[in-house]
């Protein structure tokens, strides 16, 4: 069974009387100790996506329709407080400002330890000091970080100590919301490592959200590529990556530089990303897909898929369909 | 922490320093003479003037005026007031008790209330309740603070005759011990509840703001996401972030009170500071003028330098420094 299954989940922004659709009917299954990367250009409605798994979109002007079931139970129908006992504890979060992911006016030992004590509520002081330091030595943090508050640090500390945090009850599923974009790369590939390496030692099932493709490529299983809302190609690195079916992965991979093999010149996408507040007929990636035929703008293409769990949704991806 | 507030108490001694300056030149280089309002205005006799100005000290130049008045205040003597003969000292004594009793009450008051009802208003923020807070706070800002107290005045004194019209305590009863302590507050009511009134307009909306700031910052996406309670979340995290600019607002309106509650004072004729600088302004009593505005501006400072260290206690950054 998959710790983390996805089904048709929707997800509606309603705002100042328009309705945007941030996330459009995507369906995901993330397997025990998975890494899976969602890439996808700004809007693209990964940390939509992400926030609604963890529930904590603004219920005031989101509709979330769809299932997420994580371990047999579906998040988005149980009581806030049952959601309560399952978040942290089971799924927790790295978040993209990590400088700013704690008060700034506590210590950052005192907050962690309230954290703590959210799930953990007879824990000791010392006892929780301890493994805190712990974490902290797997994240290379320095014992004193305990007693600094938030801004004595740099930002690059801030994201070990955010990643520490978020492990501290080994969670069974951790989501980094592009949690190293902030950092140069140097201290990316560090925490990238390090991250890594925590994964193999608390089996982890991670799910990654960047739009950066070579964070992706070099540190996760699997990838789905997210465009305007919509699931446009899922599987896995070393097949989607390499050989692209859809035509906006083809044209995402060439807008980097490739990871072996000649050079060659580097190609944006034209156009931008379709209004999300209008429906649209057919495939959402038609306006700007260069190979795009009269059936793309007519009708929403369906997932074809191909061994190895390789799903692409594009009605030019036919013949090899293995269902 | 220990740098933090010497350079804050500098500052604010610095700060006293040059406002006394400013104030003692521009009150004598202002238009106006106090020798001619104690001679009199018509047939003034010259000798009188003369004896007077010469007594006065005013016929030398202003810097020595100057540099004779630091003198004194070295002493701890601020002088004698023209109009009464009394020490400067003396009458700001009498008359600073009441009103700090005024202005701080009210700013306790409101700053508890208004702070209450904008955090309020914020966990419900769209609400009935809000709305009509809202509301309210903007027509209470375009009210004249005068009017406000002539008002309360015709409601609950004329009347229903509940309270006092005005003064400080009863003059006809001759309390001692409890009494009177009781006759104060009775006649403490209508001009704290006019100044609170108007005060607590501005501690609802910059609470109600500041709470709404803070509830959109990342970290209480964190905190939820942890699932902490919210209402561990609220009175734990958000409150303690959120309080900050109540305590500028807080400290710059105790500043503003003390000096700006002279309208107030006359209309509820409290035996306060406003109306003693009132009467020394327009009799250009210089002496006591000049020993009110020091007064004034070392209220100021310490409420100020006080803020600043509340401040570095609550925000560690601005510790920093």
């Not at chain 1, 806030?80 to 030992?109: A, C, T, Y």
Request: aromatic fraction near 8%; include cysteine; hydrophobic fraction near 45%.
């Amino acid at each position: 069974m998959s710790l983390l299954e996805i089904k048709n989940l929707n997800v509606k922004y309603k705002v100042e009387g328009k309705e945007i659709n941030a996330v459009r009917n995507i369906s995901l299954n993330v397997e025990a100790k998975d890494s899976i990367g969602i890439v996808g250009e700004s809007g693209s409605g990964k940390s939509t996506l992400a926030m609604a798994i963890l529930r904590l979109l603004p219920e005031k002007i989101v509709e979330t329709t769809g299932e997420i079931i994580f371990d047999g139970i579906n998040l988005l129908e149980i009581s806030e407080n049952k959601l309560r006992k399952i978040r942290w504890k089971d799924i927790s979060v790295v978040f993209q400002k990590s400088m700013n992911s704690l008060s700034p006016v506590h210590k950052i030992g005192f907050q962690i330890k309230d954290i703590y004590k959210v799930h953990e509520p007879n824990a000791t002081d010392e006892e929780i000091k301890e493994k805190v330091l712990e974490l902290f030595k797997l994240v290379n943090l320095a014992d004193r970080v305990y007693d600094l508050y938030p801004h004595e640090l740099s930002g690059g500390m801030m994201q070990r100590v955010s990643i520490a945090l978020s492990l501290i009850f080994y969670p069974k599923l951790l989501i980094l919301d592009e949690a190293t974009t902030a950092l140069d790369v140097v201290t990316q590939g560090q925490i990238l490592d390090e991250i890594m390496k925590l994964q193999e030692k608390l089996h982890l099932t991670r799910i990654m959200i960047t739009h950066d493709v070579s964070v992706v490529s070099s540190t996760c299983k699997k990838v789905a590529v997210m465009y305007a809302g919509y699931l446009l190609e899922f599987g896995y690195v070393s097949d989607v990556l390499t050989k692209p079916k859809h035509p906006y992965t083809q044209g995402l991979l060439k807008s980097f530089p490739s990871f072996t093999g000649e050079r060659k010149d580097l190609r944006g996408i034209k156009g931008s990303l379709p209004d999300l507040s209008i429906l649209h007929g057919g495939c959402i990636f038609a306006d700007r897909c260069e190979e795009a035929t009269s059936i793309c703008f007519r009708e929403k293409p369906k997932m074809v898929k191909f061994s190895d769990s390789w799903n692409v949704a594009c009605h030019l991806v036919v013949g090899e369909d293995y269902e | 922490m220990k740098g933090y507030i010497g350079k804050r108490i500098a500052t604010g001694i610095l700060t006293i320093i040059f406002s006394f300056c400013f104030t003692f030149f521009l009150i004598r280089y202002a238009p106006g003479n106090p020798i001619k309002v104690l001679a009199g205005t018509e047939n003034p006799n010259p000798e009188l003037i003369e004896h007077l100005t010469v007594k006065y000290g005013l016929d030398k130049p202003i810097i020595v005026q100057f540099t004779n008045y630091i003198k004194n205040i070295l002493k701890g003597d601020l002088g004698y007031s023209y109009m009464s003969n009394e020490p400067v000292i003396k009458l700001i004594k009498e008359k600073i008790f009441p009103t700090l009793l005024l202005t701080l009450t009210s700013s306790i008051i409101s700053v508890i209330v208004g702070t209450f009802l904008g955090v309020h208003a914020a966990r419900k923020v769209g609400s009935i309740f809000d709305r009509i807070m809202c509301g309210i706070s903007y027509i209470i800002d375009s009210t004249p603070g005068f009017w406000l107290g002539l008002i309360f005045i015709i409601i609950f004194a004329s009347t229903f005759k509940i309270l006092p019209t005005s003064g400080m305590h009863d003059l006809r009863a001759d309390n001692e011990g409890f009494a009177r302590v009781l006759d104060v507050i009775r006649h403490m009511i209508l001009p704290v509840g006019t100044l609170s009134i108007l005060q607590i307009p501005l501690y609802f909306r910059i609470s109600r703001s500041s709470v709404l700031q803070t509830m959109s910052e990342d970290f209480i996406t964190t905190l939820r996401a942890t699932g902490m309670k919210e209402s561990r979340i609220f009175n734990k995290y958000v409150l303690k972030n959120a309080i900050i600019p109540t305590i500028t607002m807080f400290s710059l309106s105790l500043a503003f009170t003390i000096s700006g509650v002279a309208l107030i004072e006359i209309v509820f004729a409290w035996p306060g500071m406003g109306r003693l600088i009132m009467e020394a302004i327009k009799k250009r009593d210089y002496p006591l003028l000049t020993g009110i505005y020091l007064i004034i501006s070392i209220c100021v400072c310490v409420a100020m330098i006080v803020t600043d260290i509340i401040y570095a206690l609550i925000d560690p950054r601005i510790r920093l420094e």
